[in-house]
Nanobody, 124 residues
Framework: QVQLVESGGGLVQAGGSLRLSCAAS????????MGWFRQAPGKEREFVAA????????RYADSVKGRFTISRDNAKNTVYLQMNSLKPEDTAVYYCAANKWGSIYASLSEYDYWGQGTQVTVSS
């Protein structure tokens, strides 16, 4: 069982930056691939970024490529999402998720554990 707790959300102006963190419990964090997803009001939850268990590979949604960076620190059981050049359309609740197989997936159904989410609001 893995418990995930996101933090770092908030209100920021367009063009600004935020860094989200997701702290995981348990001693097996380094074996899980991690992903970030987001859900805007009235929309389905969508893939944002993912990273393999080792951190050696990453994948991004086209909408955030070049602006967002996912990283992890296995010694701290934490995954990060650095968000730069934020746009109003990035406004959403951001969720981190863990996949026990260690590989990158963009599909929600491939993730086994989810955090409670953190709100990101980008004003224009």
């Amino acid at each position: 069982q893995v418990q995930l707790v996101e933090s770092g959300g908030g209100l920021v102006q367009a063009g600004g930056s935020l860094r989200l963190s997701c702290a995981a419990s348990g001693r097996t964090f380094s074996t899980y691939a991690m992903g970030w997803f987001r859900q805007a009001p009235g929309k389905e939850r969508e893939f944002v970024a993912a990273i393999t268990s080792s951190g050696g590979s990453t994948r991004y949604a086209d909408s955030v490529k070049g602006r967002f960076t996912i990283s992890r620190d296995n010694a701290k059981n934490t995954v990060y999402l650095q968000m730069n050049s934020l746009k109003p359309e990035d406004t959403a609740v951001y969720y981190c998720a863990a996949n026990k197989w260690g590989s990158i997936y963009a599909s929600l159904s491939e993730y086994d554990y989810w955090g409670q989410g953190t709100q990101v609001t980008v004003s224009s």
